[in-house]
């Protein structure tokens, strides 16, 4: 089959997951052209079968602003017409998907081409953020409808497309996944920091998010404040965002200066989640919570907000533990639990490592894409 795969390159699950599927799937004997304005992050060179097709946008003083969904559409029409596609898998709804329909209707209408069928897989903020915003929601919606097949990330995900949008169509849910022979606890993992001598035995408590409101990195603070005044230890935050500044600010008018670490963007997680005790993530929304499967999937026991998709994956109690959004004071209770309890937290972690195993591995999660591209070939136009 001939996929061309259109995503972000930043840093986020979306992009994250989008490059890993196009990995998997050239792995598993498919044509796969990556699109998107630069090399994504989780990029890995030298896969065969696979390309990256750069959308390149040119500046012109009649455009106030980049054109990036005309020039996207026309890398989108160029890559179908040379690469003779199958299928075109937008990852996002706005402007991905728009540009698959732009650009199957221009390829429609030449002669001699037959058009890709178009797929959409949406991750999140493109419904709750960006689909539910009046100046977009018109563009999102009807793009999502005119696509030959949409999947959703989670269960949740879907219901809040229908309730948002108003959407008729059939979606289907397919998990993120991961690497498992990559997202593994490596043994003897140690956090190493150059300006800090690292205290043996010191529980490490994480957070790994970019760093936006709706992650609320100040609950983070107040949970790991309320937690270390009963269990000494160390909050590390792996990530970047608009949010830090003020994370700083609050971790030193709570006189946490020497006990929390901002490392910033980490390419590589495994390593500094195989050191960590437990993941903190007290999301005001989460679509899907790719961030806490990663953690899952390294034996680390994960508390996290009871919203959107999360219950999903995370079994309060047994893989993990949900507390509602607002409550501080019982995540930092669970927190003291966890860390306090070697044994509920090997418990939690096995059963959390297992669960990922079981259900959310590549070999397990990549066949149901292939099994849905079949379907979206074989139905009618």
């Known amino acids: 089959m001939r996929i061309g795969i259109v995503c972000y390159a930043s840093v986020g699950g979306s992009g994250a997951v989008a490059t890993e599927l196009a990995h998997a799937l050239a792995l598993r004997g498919h044509e796969v052209h990556l699109v998107s304005s630069e090399l994504p992050f989780r990029w890995r060179a030298g896969v065969p079968g696979l390309s990256f097709e750069r959308v390149l946008v040119p500046e012109y003083p009649l455009f106030r602003e980049p ?27 706005v402007p991905h998907a728009t540009a698959a329909f732009l650009a199957h209707q221009i390829l429609s209408a030449t002669p001699g081409v037959t058009p890709p069928r178009t797929v959409t897989t ?11 915003d009046p100046s977009y929601a018109g563009v999102v919606a ?18 809040n497309t229908i309730h948002a949008l108003g959407i008729k169509r059939e979606i289907r849910v397919i998990p993120n996944f991961l690497d498992c022979s990559v997202y593994a606890r490596q043994s003897g993992a140690v956090i190493r920091q150059p300006w800090r001598a690292q205290t043996p035995g010191e529980p490490i408590v994480m957070h790994v998010s970019n760093f936006r409101p709706v992650k609320r990195i100040d609950h983070v603070i107040e949970v790991f404040h309320r937690l270390h005044k009963q269990v000494p230890s160390r909050l590390v935050l792996i990530g970047d965002g608009p949010e830090r500044g003020a994370a700083e600010r609050r971790a030193a008018d709570l006189g946490l200066a020497d006990s929390v670490d901002f490392v910033g963007e980490q390419m590589d997680l495994v390593p500094w989640l195989s050191a960590a005790n437990l993941l903190l993530l007290p999301s005001a929304q ?13 034996g680390v026991p994960v508390i996290a907000s009871r919203v959107g998709g999360l219950p999903e994956i995370l079994e309060d109690g047994v893989t993990g533990f949900l507390r509602d959004k607002d409550d501080v004071d019982g995540m930092a209770a669970q ?4 860390l306090s309890n070697a044994s509920l937290a090997a418990r939690v972690g096995n059963a959390a490592a297992a669960s990922v195993q079981r259900l959310y591995c590549t070999e397990t999660v990549v066949p149901q ?10 139905s009618p136009s």
Do not use: P, W
Request: overall charge negative; hydrophobic content about 40%.
């Open 335 to 338: 927190g003291v639990a966890v």
């Open 142 to 159: 009807f793009s999502i409808e005119q696509s030959h097949g949409v999947t959703t990330v989670s269960k949740s995900l879907r219901q």
């Open 122 to 132: 949406l991750h999140g903020t493109d419904i709750t953020l960006v689909g539910s």
């Open 369 to 378: 894409y292939e099994a849905y591209y079949n379907e979206v070939l074989s």
């Open 67 to 93: 054109q990036y969904l005309l020039a996207l559409t026309n890398t989108l029409v160029r890559v179908s017409r040379e690469r003779r596609l199958d299928i075109l898998h937008a990852h996002y709804a």
């Open 286 to 298: 989460e679509s899907f919570g790719l961030a806490a499967l990663e953690a899952m999937a390294c």
